[in-house]
């Protein structure tokens, strides 16, 4: 799962914060604007970066899954060298623990409306493009149908209860970050290509 740390001055404040007991927040690795990645949780070990959230089946994400955070105030670009330390990172954890491109997800997936992290400046295709995530593309226009789409999303992994607005801004954020307006055709064709081509395996672990 991946995460920004919304703190500005590099990963140092975040590392301090990240190995305060008082704060009750940890996560595996953390990946700063130079590359400099940072393990600070084993991975066979539970961390505290999920919170409250649902993925699949699954509503306790902290026992399975990954918690990644980039350092980044939430509003600035990620950087060429932080993009290519995460790729790195991401490749080798994929074949470490046999998980499925479909497995890396944000946060803002598991807690629809209450994260928004790794944010709309986060390049979801270029992780696709190396196999390290999904992009979907749209299948034809269906016309706008809320029961189909949230069905079609479920099935992708967007299982959270929560209102048809907050879960398409979820789903928006992920593939369609700037798209803005109610439920249209291209929401529909990208939910039935995300059904159709990376349906939610219950037993993997999102990463």
């Known amino acids: 799962m991946l995460h920004y740390t919304a703190m500005t001055g590099g990963p140092e404040p975040a590392l301090k914060r990240l190995r305060l007991p008082e704060t009750e927040v940890s996560c595996h690795y953390l990946v700063g604007e130079d590359g400099s990645v940072f393990r600070l949780v084993d991975d066979d070990r539970r961390a505290w ?5 649902r993925w699949g089946a699954s ?3 902290n026992s399975r899954s990954l918690g990644i955070e980039l350092s980044n105030d939430g509003a600035s670009p990620f950087t060429a060298a932080q993009m290519d ?20 997800i944000g946060h803002s997936d598991a807690a629809p409306g209450r994260k928004i992290d790794p944010g709309p400046r986060f390049d979801w295709r270029r992780l696709a ?20 789409f ?7 992994g967007w299982t959270a209860d929560v ?16 798209a803005r307006g109610p439920l249209d055709a291209t929401d529909m064709g990208l939910a039935a290509d995300l059904a159709r081509r990376f349906p939610v395996d219950a037993d993997r672990n999102a990463s």
């Not at 970066?49 to 959230?53: D, F, R, V, Y």
């Not at 949230?150 to 992708?156: E, L």
Request: some cysteine.
């Open 150 to 156: 949230c069905a079609d999303v479920a099935r992708a």
């Open 49 to 53: 970066h999920a919170g409250a959230g």
């Open 163 to 178: 209102p048809l607005d907050v879960l398409l801004g979820a789903v928006r954020l992920r593939v369609r970050p700037w």
């Open 85 to 104: 330390a995460l790729e790195a990172l991401l490749a080798l954890l994929l074949d470490r623990h046999g998980i499925a491109p479909r497995g890396v």
């Open 129 to 148: 493009l190396l196999g390290l995530s999904i992009w979907p593309e749209p299948r034809g226009a269906p016309e706008p149908d809320p029961a189909r």
């Open 59 to 61: 509503d306790d994400l």
